[in-house]
C-alpha cells in the first residue's frame, strides 16, 4: 500500500535525482587567479575546455588548494575506447586529457589499486598516486564507469609537484618509530619509563608523501614521511 506521504517522499526524491545532472550541465568553474594564484595553469584550463568540446555535458569542480580537478562529472563523453580493458581506459583518458591534473606520464604517477563492479554494472577504477615508487598519502583518481563501458565521472585527488621532493629519507624506520613514541608521551605527559609499560601496538614504517592541506583545507608543503 502506498500512502500519500510515501508518494510524496518518491516523487521528491525523483526530482532531486533527475535535477542534478542538469544543474551539473557545462561548468567548468576555473579558479580565479585572483582567489587561487599561479594554481591553474593555462594548459589546465585549454584541457578543460577541449573536455567540454568533446562532452554534451561536463561539469568540473576544482580543488581550490591545489588546483586540480577534485570531480569530473560527463553525461556524454565522446572517446573511441581502444580497449575493452576499463583500467586501460582510464590511462586512455588520463594521456588525452591528463594536463587538467597536471600529469604527463599517468602510468608512472598512477598505478592500479582497485577494480570492482558494484550492485548497479558499474565498475569502478581506482589509481593510487606514487611518486619514485613512494605513494602520496590520500592521492588517488577513481574513475566510475557505467555497465555500457563509458565513462560517466572521476572523483578523487592529486598531490602536484610531488616529484619536485626527494624520496630519500634523511632518518632511519626505527628512529621515526622511536621519535613517535616520543610525541605521544609528551602529548600523554608520562614518563619515559610509564611509557616503556604501555602495550603499545604499532605497523612497519612506511614512507608516503603527505601534505597537511587535505585535512586544513590551507595551501601547505608536501613533505616526505614515515
Not at 521528491?12 to 595553469?41: E, G, H, R, W
Not at 558494484?118 to 566510475?144: A, E, K, R, Y
Not at 613514541?181 to 608516503?208: C, F, H, M, N, W
Not at 592541506?213 to 614515515?226: A, D, M, P
Given at each position: 500500500?502506498?500512502t500519500?506521504?510515501?508518494?510524496?517522499?518518491?516523487?521528491?526524491?525523483?526530482?532531486?535525482?533527475?535535477?542534478?545532472?542538469?544543474?551539473?550541465?557545462?561548468?567548468?568553474?576555473?579558479?580565479?587567479?585572483?582567489?587561487?594564484?599561479?594554481?591553474?595553469?593555462?594548459?589546465?584550463?585549454?584541457?578543460?575546455?577541449?573536455?567540454?568540446?568533446?562532452?554534451?555535458?561536463?561539469?568540473?569542480?576544482?580543488?581550490?588548494?591545489?588546483?586540480?580537478?577534485?570531480?569530473?562529472w560527463?553525461?556524454?563523453?565522446?572517446?573511441q575506447?581502444?580497449?575493452?580493458d576499463?583500467?586501460?581506459?582510464?590511462y586512455?583518458?588520463?594521456?588525452?586529457?591528463?594536463?587538467i591534473?597536471?600529469?604527463?606520464?599517468?602510468?608512472?604517477?598512477?598505478?592500479?589499486?582497485?577494480e570492482?563492479q558494484?550492485?548497479?554494472?558499474?565498475?569502478h577504477?581506482?589509481?593510487?598516486?606514487?611518486?619514485?615508487?613512494?605513494?602520496v598519502?590520500?592521492g588517488?583518481?577513481?574513475?566510475?564507469f557505467?555497465?555500457d563501458?563509458?565513462?560517466?565521472?572521476?572523483?578523487?585527488?592529486?598531490?602536484?609537484?610531488?616529484s619536485?621532493?626527494?624520496?630519500?629519507?634523511t632518518?632511519?624506520?626505527?628512529?621515526a618509530?622511536?621519535?613517535?613514541?616520543?610525541?605521544?608521551?609528551d602529548?600523554l605527559?608520562?614518563t619515559?619509563?610509564?611509557?616503556?609499560q604501555l602495550?603499545?601496538?604499532?605497523?612497519?614504517?612506511?614512507?608516503y608523501?603527505y601534505?597537511?592541506?587535505?585535512?586544513?583545507k590551507?595551501?601547505?608543503?608536501?613533505?616526505?614521511?614515515?
Amino acid at each position: 500500500k502506498i500512502t500519500r506521504k510515501s508518494t510524496t517522499i518518491l516523487l521528491c526524491a525523483v526530482v532531486v535525482l533527475f535535477a542534478m545532472p542538469a544543474s551539473a550541465v557545462n561548468q567548468i568553474d576555473i579558479p580565479s587567479s585572483s582567489i587561487n594564484p599561479n594554481k591553474v595553469t593555462q594548459d589546465q584550463s585549454s584541457t578543460a575546455y577541449k573536455l567540454q568540446e568533446n562532452s554534451r555535458k561536463l561539469s568540473v569542480h576544482w580543488d581550490q588548494v591545489n588546483g586540480v580537478p577534485k570531480w569530473i562529472w560527463m553525461g556524454d563523453q565522446e572517446i573511441q575506447w581502444q580497449s575493452h580493458d576499463y583500467k586501460e581506459r582510464a590511462y586512455q583518458f588520463l594521456d588525452q586529457y591528463g594536463t587538467i591534473y597536471r600529469i604527463d606520464n599517468p602510468k608512472e604517477v598512477l598505478q592500479l589499486q582497485k577494480e570492482e563492479q558494484d550492485n548497479l554494472g558499474m565498475t569502478h577504477v581506482i589509481l593510487q598516486q606514487v611518486d619514485h615508487g613512494v605513494p602520496v598519502f590520500s592521492g588517488q583518481l577513481q574513475f566510475n564507469f557505467r555497465s555500457d563501458g563509458t565513462l560517466v565521472s572521476i572523483g578523487g585527488r592529486i598531490i602536484p609537484d610531488t616529484s619536485k621532493i626527494s624520496s630519500k629519507p634523511t632518518i632511519t624506520p626505527q628512529r621515526a618509530r622511536w621519535m613517535a613514541k616520543q610525541v605521544l608521551r609528551d602529548q600523554l605527559d608520562i614518563t619515559q619509563e610509564q611509557l616503556g609499560q604501555l602495550e603499545l601496538q604499532s605497523t612497519e614504517p612506511a614512507l608516503y608523501f603527505y601534505n597537511h592541506g587535505i585535512f586544513s583545507k590551507q595551501n601547505e608543503s608536501t613533505y616526505l614521511v614515515w
